[in-house]
């Protein structure tokens, strides 16, 4: 995978090593050392630097997959419970409206006959009974 035309990367070139002047760059000064160790030296450095990379970058993107991962299932967990909430905001208005339905049914029978009035009177009165209780007017009945 590595290109065999990269550059050969030398230790302090340009530099002398003892009089920090600017050298030419050859490897003739026996300080240096042999230039194939030292393109050898460098080549596997580079190496190491490009699997390295290779390696953080492969890190990251892992990483920013994961994150993607998260941030999607908490968007989705998100939407779910938005949708149930609107369901539990539904079936709580359906439950008030057939408590409040139940409720006010119930209530105007049980309004009519704590007030006195008894509906089934209405109907009797339609079927032509009499709404004054038996005994003469303005007493009580049964005296």
Known sequence: MLCTSTPVITVNEGFSKDDGELDDGDASDEEDGDPREIRDIGQSKLADLARRSLRM???VHLQLHRQRRRQLLQLE???QIER???DKD????FMRLRLYETQSSFSGSEVASSSGVDRSSDSERRAGASPV???EAGEAPGT
């Open 77 to 79: 967990e998100a939407k």
């Open 84 to 86: 149930l909430r609107r």
């Open 90 to 93: 539904i079936l709580t208005n």
């Open 57 to 59: 970058r492969r890190r």
């Open 133 to 135: 209780p038996s005994g």
